[in-house]
């Protein structure tokens, strides 16, 4: 009875929407006109441009901007892009001009592509060009040549068009007046898509790049095929691959960033080139800022974070950021009210919408509206499924507190006292700790929230918990995870995960929860591991990502990184638990836990390692977390 009953509520939603969706397609059609031009950069290439007039003559509209490597599609003056489909039809309401282009040497745009080409901090104003001085001449070009315009910008994006909006911010065009960097990718070595911390991510690399990175001679509206997988199952298919090299093989030669990715194992220049944190201080003054990101982002967690304290720190222009419970993109969906098992009590992708962006662009190009009462962070908060307000990011009055291993699976802020203390696990290349118990081939955007009992029951994964809080606890900010170790080989990864331990007796604002919801229906939620945050690092990178060292065997050592950031509370009744473990596969490619390149690591170069993570007076292993009342 009560799957029929949500079939009937989802047919009754499904019948509105696409009452809706009818009813907003034909306002837009009646009211729009769509031309296609080739806007002329500095050194001639000219970028293909779709552009969504108003027919209004009566007053002057702003031009809302995204740049992408993705198309502009569909091509073809009579072909419109469904915006009915998701919020841009609000600022269609609004009366914006829509302009979407495909960046330089993509689809039907002229030139070369270059994979996060880097900014040029001194072009020499005639013929050199990065993206920002593709912006710069396209929003110059349609300020003098699209009617009825006010000669207001914006530019906004999400993930790949992310970074082409944080490129437009350093553009210094007069008229760009607000940019949203979303999801922006932002750094390739350090936190963003295909590697963390040095390790790198093949399973979305190979699946993205086999398509996306194939060479396009000249313009085409025609996009690549990507590589065949022989299986469903992601976690064989990689392990019967066994070594980048291979991998390599199936790529095939003609993929030049794949390429990049395997001539730049360490972080050098190539790497920081392309980090346009290095840049931020080229922001105008008269461009506002508004980054925004998702807490269980798989993709670019890491850049949203990133790039607004990057911002922060160097740049004097008006920055904000917001950060909602979304996997990739989730704020610009029609949904934001669950990811996978967890719900959150409220579509906030619709409030984020309606609340945030929307007013943000109005107030910015139209003079509309006041949002002075906009705070500088508008933060979710996971656990109670509240929005908080900050003046700064990370919030002032966070106090940074360790919780220390302690022996038999503990975890306390007292720091142990004991001596030769220590839990050991071995790590076996050959048998990966998978990242979700799932057999599936894509890569999943629900494992960010997803239950760990599955690696709780490995013996290969270590997990640490404290007892049953007695209040609330909130973390606001960077968690540091400070290992203390000893392996008994050269090179190991670190996996540290942070876990909301769900009561056997869970309930939600006094009613009694025993179950969520997945595509399959129901799932029990008492005693639930609800995974908040996970990240890895490559051992060898410990001391200097530009420079790894091997480890000495048997010899303890510290493994300090940097989780990015968590607003999570964990609610009274709950545990805090930590997971330790060496391989997250396939999403890390496995680490030999030999010290070579790994890129070019043979079969035999893989092997066990007996990896001790130490909890005694000396060596008090530890996680720190940013707290707030």
């Known amino acids: 009875?009560?799957?029929?009953?949500?079939?009937?509520?989802?047919?009754?939603?499904?019948?509105?929407?696409?009452?809706?969706?009818?009813?907003?397609?034909?306002?837009?059609?009646?009211?729009?006109?769509?031309?296609?031009?080739?806007?002329?950069?500095?050194?001639?290439?000219?970028?293909?441009?779709?552009?969504?007039?108003?027919?209004?003559?009566?007053?002057?509209?702003?031009?809302?901007?995204?740049?992408?490597?993705?198309?502009?599609?569909?091509?073809?003056?009579?072909?419109?892009?469904?915006?009915?489909?998701?919020?841009?039809?609000?600022?269609?309401?609004?009366?914006?001009?829509?302009?979407?282009?495909?960046?330089?040497?993509?689809?039907?745009?002229?030139?070369?592509?270059?994979?996060?080409?880097?900014?040029?901090?001194?072009?020499?104003g005639t013929n050199e060009t990065d993206e920002a001085s593709d912006t710069y001449d396209a929003i110059d070009w349609l300020i003098k040549n699209i009617p009825n315009n006010n000669e207001r910008v914006g530019i906004f994006g999400i993930s790949y068009?992310?970074?082409?909006?944080?490129?437009?911010?350093?553009?210094?065009?007069?008229?760009?007046?607000?940019?949203?960097?979303?999801?922006?990718?932002?750094?390739?070595?350090?936190?963003?898509?295909?590697?963390?911390?040095?390790?790198?991510f093949p399973m979305d690399g190979f699946a993205f790049y086999s398509g996306f990175g194939k060479p396009r001679p000249k313009p085409t509206t025609v996009g690549p095929s990507s590589f065949q997988f022989p299986t469903k199952d992601a976690y064989q298919f990689y392990l019967n691959v066994g070594t980048l090299k291979n991998l390599a093989t199936l790529m095939g030669d003609s993929i030049a960033f794949w390429k990049d990715l395997y001539t730049h194992p360490t972080y050098d220049a190539f790497w920081k080139a392309r980090n346009p944190r290095n840049f931020a201080d080229q922001v105008s003054n008269s461009t506002a800022t508004m980054v925004v990101g998702g807490l269980f982002d798989a993709e670019d967690c890491f850049g949203a974070w990133r790039m607004y304290e990057a911002f922060e720190k160097k740049a004097k222009n008006d920055n904000k950021l917001v950060m909602g419970p979304w996997y990739h993109g989730q704020w610009a969906s029609r949904d934001g009210s669950s990811l996978g098992n967890v719900e959150f009590g409220s579509n906030t992708a619709e409030w984020y919408q309606n609340h945030i962006e929307i007013p943000y662009f109005n107030y910015h190009l139209k003079g509309k509206g006041d949002i002075s009462k906009q705070a500088e962070a508008t933060i979710f908060f996971t656990g109670t499924n509240q929005w908080k307000e900050f003046n700064q990011w990370p919030p002032a009055e966070k106090q940074e507190q360790a919780f220390y291993l302690q022996a038999n699976g503990g975890l306390s802020s007292e720091k142990p006292s004991g001596t030769n203390s220590f839990t050991e696990y071995v790590s076996?290349?050959?048998?990966?700790?998978?990242?979700?118990?799932?057999?599936?081939?894509?890569?999943t955007r629900q494992y960010m929230t997803d239950d760990q009992r599955f690696a709780y029951r490995r013996t290969d994964v270590l997990s640490f918990q404290t007892p049953v809080l007695t209040e609330d606890m909130t973390v606001a900010g960077t968690v540091i995870a400070d290992l203390l170790t000893s392996i008994s080989t050269t090179d190991a990864d670190f996996v540290v995960k942070v876990i909301d331990v769900f009561p056997d007796d869970f309930s939600y604002e006094g009613k009694k929860v025993v179950s969520g919801r997945n595509a399959e229906g129901d799932y029990p939620m008492t005693g639930y591991q609800m995974l908040v945050r996970g990240e890895i690092m490559r051992g060898k990178f410990r001391n200097s990502f530009e420079t790894p060292v091997p480890f000495k065997p048997g010899k303890v050592e510290r493994v300090k990184f940097e989780l990015p950031d968590i607003a999570h509370t964990f609610k009274k009744g709950h545990r805090f638990m930590i997971q330790i473990q060496s391989s997250w596969f396939p999403l890390a490619d496995r680490n030999p836990q030999k010290f070579v390149n790994i890129y070019e690591a043979q079969p035999s170069d893989f092997q066990k390692a007996t990896i001790r993570i130490h909890h005694d007076a000396a060596n008090s292993s530890s996680i720190v977390l940013p707290l707030i009342k």
């Open 161 to 200: 068009p992310g970074f082409y909006s944080t490129m437009a911010a350093l553009s210094k065009h007069p008229a760009l007046k607000a940019v949203s960097p979303q999801a922006p990718v932002t750094d390739w070595f350090i936190g963003d898509d295909f590697h963390h911390n040095g390790a790198f």
């Open 1 to 124: 009875m009560k799957k029929i009953l949500s079939l009937l509520i989802g047919l009754a939603c499904g019948l509105s929407l696409l009452a809706q969706n009818s009813q907003d397609s034909a306002w837009i059609r009646d009211n729009y006109i769509k031309k296609e031009l080739y806007i002329p950069m500095r050194d001639g290439v000219k970028l293909f441009t779709s552009v969504y007039i108003p027919k209004d003559a009566t007053e002057k509209h702003p031009i809302l901007m995204s740049r992408t490597p993705y198309s502009c599609a569909p091509y073809g003056e009579n072909n419109w892009r469904p915006f009915w489909n998701n919020h841009w039809r609000y600022y269609m309401r609004e009366g914006y001009i829509i302009v979407l282009q495909d960046v330089r040497g993509r689809w039907m745009s002229e030139g070369n592509f270059v994979d996060v080409r880097p900014f040029n901090p001194a072009k020499n």
């Open 428 to 443: 076996d290349p050959n048998r990966p700790v998978p990242y979700t118990e799932d057999v599936h081939l894509d890569r």
